[in-house]
């Protein structure tokens, strides 16, 4: 079995910075790409930063200069640092890894719960 949880949301004020993490657990293998999405209310699940297995993080134009995606190879944790926070970027964050498990050679996508960021005064 594997397991990705998400942790680090909350209320924040505009302007103020919040950490992600995201956790991966369980007989796994190999990690491939990790990254980060949100949903909004109404509104439909996007892409907020992307790192490669490779490590080469992308961003959307809307977090660039703001965010900043790392991870912990060894512990298979990603992480998610966010500042000068907006009200827009209120939303539920999802954890996405390509991860493969022992008895198998290829890599299955596992999602994690969620967990909501709120921006606001």
């Known amino acids: 079995q594997v397991q990705v949880v998400e942790s680090g949301g909350g209320l924040v004020q505009p302007g103020g910075s919040l950490r992600l993490s995201c956790a991966a657990s369980?007989?796994?293998?190999?990690?491939?790409?990790m990254g980060w999405y949100r949903q909004a209310p109404g509104k439909q699940r996007e892409l907020v930063a992307l790192l490669s297995s490779r490590g080469t993080p992308n961003y959307a134009d809307s977090v660039k200069g703001r965010f900043t995606i790392s991870r912990d190879n060894a512990k298979g944790t990603l992480y998610l640092q966010m500042n000068s926070l907006k009200p827009e970027d209120t939303a539920v964050y999802y954890c996405n890894c390509a991860i493969s498990s022992y008895g198998s050679t290829g890599y299955a996508d596992y999602w994690g719960q969620g967990t909501q960021v709120t921006v606001s005064s």
């Open positions: 369980g007989r796994i293998f190999r990690i491939g790409a």
